[in-house]
């Protein structure tokens, strides 16, 4: 008797175990679907969403519904593709046999992409502080920032002139970065009107 007992406590503790977990994987199967449904939405409001979203969803547990953590997960990935695109440039500003016009445009266009990496991390470390500050000047300062260093981007390729093959080469480059800070760009202004 004692025997069928205790089976029938084990029965009952492995029954409730498996209960239990499947609760927790179904709890977290409609988190992870919440939160990669606010991402979409959100990226809906950019101008290049299936990016935006290929981009963010991969982080959606860290963003959960947060428009603020998405606008900073965005910068976040902008600031980092940046700075990837600047070192390859500079590799690709070292191919011999460069017109000195394309060399000089080279040279602006590491130039510029310098200025948009410290724009993007200075937006980055901006909205990464605690609330101390006036929400609307810091968000000012962060739209501008982020929209100079999208300026920056879109003027990186414009020097190559005389040379299409060049401005194709950096304009693939560019393009992605440029994209990137656009949505990203799209997210900030979301968040700050959503506290504004």
Not at 63 to 70: A, G, N
Request: aromatic content about 6%; glycine content about 4%; charged content about 15%.
């Amino acid at each position: 008797m004692e025997v069928s007992y205790s089976i029938y406590t084990l029965a009952s503790n492995i029954l409730l175990i498996i209960l239990l977990f499947t609760y927790t994987i179904n709890s977290v199967s409609a988190l992870e679907k919440t939160n990669t449904e606010f991402i979409r939405t959100s990226c809906s409001l950019t101008s290049y969403p299936t990016l935006c979203f290929n981009s963010l969803s991969t982080r959606s547990g860290a963003i959960q519904t947060s428009p603020k953590l998405l606008a900073q997960t965005a910068l976040s990935i902008t600031l980092d593709t940046t700075r990837t695109t600047s070192l390859a440039m500079i590799k690709l500003s070292q191919v011999h046999g460069m017109a000195p016009q394309e060399v000089a445009a080279m040279k602006d266009c590491i130039e510029l992409l310098s200025d948009a990496v410290y724009e993007l991390k200075k937006s980055l470390e901006e909205m990464s502080q605690p609330g101390s500050k006036d929400f609307r000047l810091v968000m000012s300062d962060i739209q501008t920032w982020v929209s100079s260093a999208l300026t920056d981007e879109d003027t990186c390729s414009e020097g190559f002139v005389n040379d299409p093959k060049m401005k194709s080469v950096v304009r693939g480059k560019i393009v992605n970065v440029a994209h990137l800070t656009s949505n990203a760009l799209a997210l900030i202004n979301n968040y700050a009107s959503l506290r504004g």
